[in-house]
């Protein structure tokens, strides 16, 4: 069974129970839109049968503040938690995979996985105005396409050992990300990674193998541009300086740079 709405008594609910079963047959989803632009909704307690929140399920419900997560949910989809007044949120090991923009506008402050391990699509955390602090999965392997963009107040992110990527816009205009350690299996920075980061002191390990500067005939998104101090393997020098040459760039972007 999925849930799809309310029914017209149910509109005017503050407190919400979703049962484990309708007719007799287990209740697993929260359906695309169910409780869309509901300001009633306070708390929602629902059952652990419960393994995905489908497209907007909770999109709009602007007084909703409490939220019990199943333990078995293994999906979010896009938008689901668009302008939700919860602040902290657990997700549990089950979850597999959170769509687009999945908590944006949100006035969530904290994200914990519980799991080892998520797919995350591209921009899947990003937008979220008030996040400061994600305790990733402990064996993601990539920080995907603008995952965090544009989240202005994200001071704290540890990426977990086993990430191998960092991908376009991955961090752009975090600009009170203030310290973030590169770990030393992560071989390649797409373009545009950590572009307006300008309150970030990063630091390039030498295992990096290939970085897009975000600089050519197509695009001119600096991957470094303003971030507050650049310390990167003297190895790269050359082509930094190459940028200065072809598109009038220095120091990569960022405000100082150091060789390492």
């Known amino acids: 069974m999925t849930i799809t709405g309310l029914t017209e008594t149910g ?3 503050t407190n919400l129970t979703i049962p484990d079963k309708l007719e007799e047959t287990p209740v697993t989803a929260i359906g695309e839109n169910a409780f869309q632009n509901n300001t009633t909704i306070e708390s929602i307690t629902m059952p652990n049968t ?3 929140f489908e497209y907007r399920a909770f999109f709009g ?7 019990t997560i199943p333990s078995n949910l293994k999906s979010i989809g896009m938008q689901v938690f668009w302008n939700v007044k919860i602040t902290d949120i657990t997700l549990p090991a089950s979850v597999e995979t959170i769509a687009t923009f999945a908590f944006a506008y949100s006035s969530i402050e904290s994200i914990t996985f519980e799991g080892t391990n998520c797919t995350f699509n ?5 937008g979220i105005p008030n996040l400061t602090n994600v305790v990733l999965p402990s064996q993601l392997t990539s920080i995907t396409p603008a995952l965090f963009n544009n989240n ?4 704290t992110v540890i990426i977990p050992d086993t990430v191998t ?3 376009a816009h991955a961090f752009r205009e975090c600009t009170n990300l203030t ?3 590169i770990p030393s299996k992560v071989t390649s920075i797409d373009f545009a990674a950590f572009y307006g980061c300008s309150n970030l002191d990063l630091t390039i390990p030498s295992t990096i193998t290939s970085i897009d500067f975000g600089c050519n005939a197509l695009k001119n998104e600096p991957t470094f541009q303003n971030v507050k101090s650049l310390k990167i393997p003297s190895k790269w020098k050359t082509q930094i300086n190459t940028l200065l040459t072809s598109f009038q760039i220095s120091n990569a972007g960022a405000q100082k740079i150091t060789y390492l």
């Open 50 to 52: 419960i393994t995905s």
């Open 61 to 67: 419900c602007s007084s909703l503040t409490e939220m």
């Open 152 to 155: 202005t107040n994200l001071t």
């Open 165 to 167: 990527s960092i991908g």
């Open 11 to 13: 509109l005017s609910f």
């Open 122 to 126: 591209e921009s899947a955390l990003a």
């Open 179 to 181: 310290g973030l350690t």
